[in-house]
C-alpha cells in the first residue's frame, strides 16, 4: 500500500505511464480514505496489486528510510524507459547493468516520488504493460 498526495494524479500515472489496470476503487466518507487497486493482467491471484490509498486532505507525505522501492519486471529496460518518458514519466536511472553485475535495471519515481525498479527479464512476455 502506498499513501499517495493526490489519488486522480497517481492512478494517471500507473495506468498511462506504466501501463497497470484500474481494477478497483472504493471510497469511505466516514473514515475519510478512498482505495485504488491496480495491477496487470487482471490482479490477484495471478498477479500482484498496488494498493493507493488517498487519505483526504493529506497532499504529501514523508516517505522515511525504511521503504526502498517496488520492483517490476520488465521484457525490455531500455524500452521501457523510452516508453515512460514519452508518457511524461519520469526516468531517474537510465537502463544498464546493475553495478557488479550483468543484469539491466532502470529507476523510476511516481508522482508522490516513490522510486520504482525496472528489473530486465528477456523471458518475461508477459506481465507488464512496459513492451
Known amino acids: 500500500m502506498l499513501r499517495v ?68 519486471g520488465v521484457p525490455d529496460a531500455y524500452a521501457a524507459c523510452e516508453k515512460i518518458k514519452a508518457a511524461g514519466g519520469n526516468v531517474t536511472r537510465e537502463a544498464g547493468p546493475v553495478k557488479g553485475g550483468t543484469t539491466v535495471i532502470a529507476f523510476v519515481t511516481d508522482p508522490d516520488g516513490y522510486k520504482i525498479e525496472l528489473i530486465e527479464r528477456k523471458s518475461d512476455t508477459g506481465g507488464t504493460g512496459l513492451r
Open 5 to 72: 498526495g493526490n489519488l486522480q494524479r497517481s492512478i494517471d500515472f500507473y495506468t498511462q505511464v506504466l501501463g497497470m489496470q484500474l481494477l478497483r476503487q472504493s471510497e469511505n466518507p466516514e473514515y475519510k480514505y478512498s482505495l485504488a487497486f491496480l495491477g496487470f493482467d487482471g490482479g490477484n491471484p495471478g498477479q500482484a496489486e498496488i494498493e493507493l490509498t488517498y487519505n483526504w486532505g493529506t497532499e504529501s507525505y514523508d516517505l522515511g528510510t525504511a521503504y526502498g522501492h517496488i520492483a517490476l
